[in-house]
């Protein structure tokens, strides 16, 4: 079975660092990744797909990368706004579109 | 401007069929490239996708829960239902449903989401 692993599942950062969270995927699915933000009580936003595509709409300061099994979510200075839990998703409809466990992303 | 809403009971008991509809307005699943997805979370955590229809009719489930789910659509109602069989406590959740395009075979996410609605399953 597909599955994603989301590291670290917790983090604490102050506004304006620089954030990633890793996606490892159980085997490779070359660039069917998507990223998503949740907010307490909200639905899921679409932040990224294909890996490193930028939704319509999303700040620039949110970038994806990597391929294969390995991906990575960056967010280049942490904003007040951007305190949610963000999930990967694959989205090889031949598969499974499993998400990854999610990591929340509080104020430190 | 897309926009869709699920429907359906807020409480079910357990072994009792759970029946979900997707209303949905701004696009035609008769659309080339155009898919509906249904994606669950339990009260605190993460999500699980559960099945997705495209407009061509192709459907595709998740693995672990493909036994107890259907998943249809009614293009002329702007439409798609999703029953789910003996539900259990664990199957309490909030359900979504989910609008996806796909260009060329490739999924580009799930870009518009409905409020989601609660599904208590208790006697």
């Known amino acids: 079975d597909m599955q994603l692993t989301q590291s670290p599942s917790f983090l604490s950062a102050s506004v304006g660092d620089r954030v990633t969270i890793t996606c490892r995927a159980s085997q490779g699915i070359s660039s069917y990744l998507a990223w998503y933000q949740q907010k307490p009580g909200k639905a899921p936003k679409l932040l990224i797909y294909a890996a490193s595509t930028l939704q319509s709409g999303v700040p620039s300061r949110f970038s994806g990368s990597g391929s294969g099994t390995e991906f990575t979510l960056t967010i280049s200075s942490l904003q007040p706004e951007d305190f949610a839990t963000y999930y990967c998703q694959q989205l090889n409809s031949y598969l499974a579109l499993t998400f990854g466990g999610g990591t929340k992303v509080e104020i430190k | 401007q897309i926009t869709l809403k699920e429907s359906g009971p807020t409480l079910v008991k357990p072994t009792q069929t759970l029946t979900l509809t997707c209303t949905f307005s701004g696009f035609s699943l008769s659309t080339s490239e155009v898919g509906v997805g249904w994606i669950r979370q339990p009260p605190g955590k993460a999500l699980e996708w559960l099945a997705l229809i495209y407009w061509d009719d192709d459907k595709r489930y998740s693995p672990s829960l493909k036994s107890r789910l259907t998943i249809t659509k009614d293009t002329s109602k702007n439409q798609v239902v999703l029953t789910m069989t003996n539900m259990d406590p664990v199957d309490t959740a909030t359900y979504y449903c989910?609008?996806?395009?796909?260009?060329?075979?490739?999924?580009?996410?799930?870009?518009?989401w409905g409020q989601g609605t609660l599904v208590t399953v208790s006697s």
């Open positions: 989910a609008h996806i395009r796909s260009r060329a075979g490739y999924n580009q996410g799930f870009d518009y």
